[in-house]
């Protein structure tokens, strides 16, 4: 599993694992690791709406330089 | 029909000659003129009268598009319309089909409009292929708009209801006004350059035609195009179409539905996962069920039964012979007894005392020789008698052997 990955993608991963444990033709080996590949992703799509913070920040240029400051910067 | 070489055409069939000549070559007609009169139809449509120093052209409005007008077509009124002339057959007259109405003035803006929308339409532009996918669950979502104003409070008010775990990055930008555009493409641009997020949302509240001009001007519809991440523009009212509309990803109708778009409802996403979650659980606890009733199958399969029925008969054969071999012992112990109580009867029968106690006698010599006949011994010998009770000493007086 790669490191960083989006929502979208983990949560589609999700859906595919589950439609193959739906699918019924699984040895108990791959059930197992299915089952654990599922809880993990989960357990990371919960982790990523958990976080309860609006951020909100603004993106200023200095010096050519991007960056962001947190609140809203007055145009 | 046919009289004297001339074809005679019902009026029905000139009109419909007239109508296919008129909608075929007058079609998408920009006309200048004075509203003389106008009449709204309980319908919804709209009937006009153009005119100009010389001529009259009968119009009409349909409903569909008279609803979208900005201004009301008063009489008076100098117009710029856009449309295709037709034939109303019933009364025989032409009319002009007006698809856009501007006051004069306007219509030259919207002559450009126009112009652009067809130039960009042919390069490809507003080709739903070009649009990219909006992602439902985004990280964070960067928002191109007036720092003040209704549109960001609205985006953000979404967003921190549905979706309090998305963040956002704004990029500040004066929506109307000569520098509008310049500044708009510009933010475009750099949120494209610093990244770091889903979904860009270029907004603005409703405005006059001119107020939202900006967004319709070839740098930003540029910029929008270009853009790596998709575009959800809220510009305007839902009447208000722009050319940044037309290339923007998705087109929302207001700032609050393009929050809503940009974003998956929490709750919702919450509930989803926990269907997935209880799938799992279905799924997973189906297989271990399946598995476990081939395994009661395959233990009530005969082959598992086999080896416990040999077992079986062997144990019984086992059994049988250890009877059978009981039986024999005891049958021949039985008979080997009988042999020997019989056996010892007779040696009891054949004991001397025996014989003795029932009044038999044994003669012996002197020399305790059994005398078995009297030429064993002489007379006056000396002989004994044993009885049952003791022994007769006594003499040989004569000897008579028994006839063979």
């Known amino acids: 599993m790669p490191k960083k990955q989006n929502f979208e993608d983990t949560l589609s991963e999700l859906q595919s694992i589950v439609q193959r444990l739906e699918s019924d033709s699984l040895s108990l080996d791959k059930m197992v690791h299915c089952f654990e590949d599922g809880m993990k992703l989960m357990k990371i799509c919960r982790a990523q709406l958990d976080k309860v913070e609006n951020r909100i920040s603004t993106l200023v240029k200095e010096n050519d330089e991007l960056s962001e400051k947190p609140g809203i910067e007055q145009s | ?404």
């Open chain 2, 1 to 404: 029909m046919n009289i004297a070489g001339h074809s005679i055409l019902t009026i029905t069939q000139v009109a419909n000659q007239v109508k296919y000549t008129l909608e075929k070559k007058y079609t998408n007609l920009w006309i200048q003129g004075e509203i003389a009169s106008s009449k709204t139809y309980p319908s919804g449509h709209i009937y006009l009268t153009l005119k100009d120093g010389q001529s009259e052209l009968s119009a009409v409005l349909f409903s569909q598009y008279a609803k979208l007008l900005k201004h009301k077509p008063i009489t008076g009124l100098k117009v710029t319309v856009n449309g295709d002339l037709s034939l109303y057959s019933a009364k025989g007259q032409f009319q002009l089909q007006i698809r856009n109405l501007y006051p004069t003035g306007q219509g030259d803006l919207w002559l450009a409009y126009e112009a652009l929308k067809a130039k960009l339409e042919l390069e490809g532009l507003f080709a739903p292929e070009s649009k990219r996918k909006i992602s439902r669950f985004p990280n964070r979502i960067g928002i191109i708009t007036s720092s003040e104003g209704a549109v960001l409070r609205d985006i953000i008010q979404v967003l921190n209801r549905r979706a309090p775990h998305v963040s956002c990055l704004i990029h500040p930008v004066p929506v109307q006004g000569k520098s509008a555009a310049g500044k708009i493409s510009e933010a475009i641009k750099l949120m494209n350059q610093y990244g770091k997020m889903d979904t860009l949302i270029v907004g603005r509240g409703g405005g006059s035609l001119e107020d939202l001009w900006c967004f319709n001007d070839e740098q930003v519809i540029r910029a929008i195009y270009n853009s790596k991440i998709p575009i959800i523009s809220a510009i305007g009212h839902e009447t208000d179409t722009t050319l940044s509309d037309y290339v923007a990803d998705y087109r929302a109708p207001t700032p609050s539905v393009a929050a809503e778009i940009a974003s998956e409802d929490r709750q919702e996403t919450i509930q989803y996962l926990d269907s997935i979650s209880e799938r799992f659980q279905i799924a997973s606890k189906q297989i271990i069920t399946n598995y476990k009733e081939k395994i009661v199958s395959l233990q009530n399969r005969h082959g598992f039964f086999k080896p416990r029925l040999l077992l079986e008969q062997w144990n019984t054969k086992l059994n049988d012979m250890d009877y059978r071999i009981k039986q024999s012992y005891n049958s021949i112990i039985n008979s080997q007894k009988k042999i020997v109580d019989s056996l010892q009867d007779k040696i009891l029968l054949l004991n001397p005392k025996t014989q003795l106690r029932r009044g038999f006698a044994i003669a012996m010599d002197s020399k305790n020789n059994i005398i078995f006949s009297p030429d064993q011994v002489k007379i006056n010998e000396d002989m004994k008698i044993q009885v049952s009770k003791g022994i007769i000493m006594t003499k040989v007086k004569e000897g008579k052997i028994n006839n063979a």
